[in-house]
Nanobody, 119 residues
């Protein structure tokens, strides 16, 4: 079993920045090959945001955040980060950390953290 704990959400004005973190614990050495982020706004479908391969470091981004968001990881401490720059109101959502994500789902989920971007 893998547990994911997220932090770093909050309220920010358009054009500002936030950094989300996701700390993984449990049987991560045997269970986690990649980590990523999804987001979901009220009344909308869950949306893939970004992912990173744990060993190789390859990254993947949704077109809506490409060039603005950066995903990274600290392998030694089992932490994934999402640096969000040039935030816009459309980025407002609950952001969920995920282990072993695909384009549509994941094996493990964090509790979610609210990101609100005001105009």
């Amino acid at each position: 079993q893998v547990q994911l704990v997220e932090s770093g959400g909050g309220l920010v004005q358009a054009g500002g920045s936030l950094t989300l973190s996701c700390a993984a614990s449990g049987d991560t050495a045997f269970s986690v090959v990649a980590m990523g982020w999804f987001r979901q706004a009220p009344g909308k479908e869950r949306e893939f945001v970004a992912a990173i391969q744990w060993s190789g470091g390859n990254t993947f981004y949704a077109d809506s955040v490409k060039g603005r968001f950066t995903i990274s990881r600290d392998n030694a401490n089992n932490v994934a980060y999402l640096q969000m720059n040039t935030l816009i109101p459309e980025d407002t959502a609950v952001y969920y950390c995920a282990a072993n994500p695909s384009q549509t789902s994941a094996h493990y989920w964090g509790q979610g953290t609210q990101v609100t971007v005001s105009s």
